[in-house]
Nanobody
Framework: QVQLVESGGASVQPGGSLRLSCTVS????????MAWYRQAPGNQREMVAV???????NVVDSVKGRFTISRDNLKNTMYLQMNNVKREDTAVYYC??????????WGQGTQVTVSS
């Protein structure tokens, strides 16, 4: 089973930008459908963006036009570019790798805090 490590979380002011990274080790990322989730205090974990092995990427409506998901299979790394962040984006962000027969794995999470 692969291991996932997120990085890039930070405190940022509203309207600012961040780029999160998720690095995969112990296997090849190209067999995994990748996704970003987030969990705010008191809320359930929710999917934010997906980057399948094939097909187009997608983000949820609440971040559409502000967040972009991408993946670089050669670097075994997935990214989440976050622009024009809002207070409601404050959460722990997790990456997920879903490979069907290859298994499913989660990272440990990275904290994003949006405040002035």
């Amino acid at each position: 089973q692969v291991q996932l490590v997120e990085s890039g979380g930070a405190s940022v002011q509203p309207g600012g930008s961040l780029r999160l990274s998720c690095t995969v080790s112990g296997g090849s990322m190209n067999v995994y459908n990748m996704a970003w989730y987030r969990q705010a205090p008191g809320n359930q974990r929710e999917m934010v963006a997906v980057a399948p092995t094939r097909g187009v990427t997608n983000v949820v409506d609440s971040v559409k036009g502000r967040f972009t998901i991408s993946r670089d299979n050669l670097k075994n790394t997935m990214y989440l570019q976050m622009n024009n962040v809002k207070r409601e984006d404050t959460a722990v962000y997790y990456c997920n790798a879903d490979g069907g027969w290859w298994g499913n794995a989660w990272g440990q999470g990275t904290q994003v805090t949006v405040s002035s």
